[in-house]
Nanobody, 127 residues
Framework: QVQLVESGGGLVQAGASLRLSCVSA????????MGWFRQAPGKEREFVAA???????????TYADSVKGRFLISRDNGSPTVYLQMHSLKPEDTAVYYC?????????????????WGQGTQVTVSS
């Protein structure tokens, strides 16, 4: 089993930066892919970014077009923590952000392909 806990959300003004963290615990060796999703009020959950690694020091990342160039997903080698660094935040980035993990080695933007989820952290961007 794997547990995911997000932190770092908050209320910021447009243009600000924020960094989310996701700490994983349990059988973390079975989750080579981790991702971030978000859900705004009245909207469906959407993909934000994903990171996949094979145990080496390098990993692959993918991003939604809406955040490409502004958000950065990363992890510390040997650490169970994945980060989402968000820059130039916009009011439309307001949502609950969820960390997710997948047992497969292939990153995916489809939330139904992820096996584990955190409880979410609220990010609110004021104009």
């Amino acid at each position: 089993q794997v547990q995911l806990v997000e932190s770092g959300g908050g209320l910021v003004q447009a243009g600000a930066s924020l960094r989310l963290s996701c700490v994983s615990a349990g059988r973390t060796f079975i989750i080579p892919v981790m991702g971030w999703f978000r859900q705004a009020p009245g909207k469906e959950r959407e993909f934000v970014a994903a990171l996949s690694w094979s145990g080496s020091r390098t990993y692959r990342t993918t991003y939604a077009d809406s955040v490409k160039g502004r958000f950065l997903i990363s992890r510390d080698n040997g650490s169970p923590t994945v980060y989402l660094q968000m820059h130039s935040l916009k009011p439309e980035d307001t949502a609950v952000y969820y960390c997710a993990a997948r047992r497969s080695t292939a990153a995916s933007s489809a939330d139904e392909r992820y096996d584990y989820w955190g409880q979410g952290t609220q990010v609110t961007v004021s104009s």
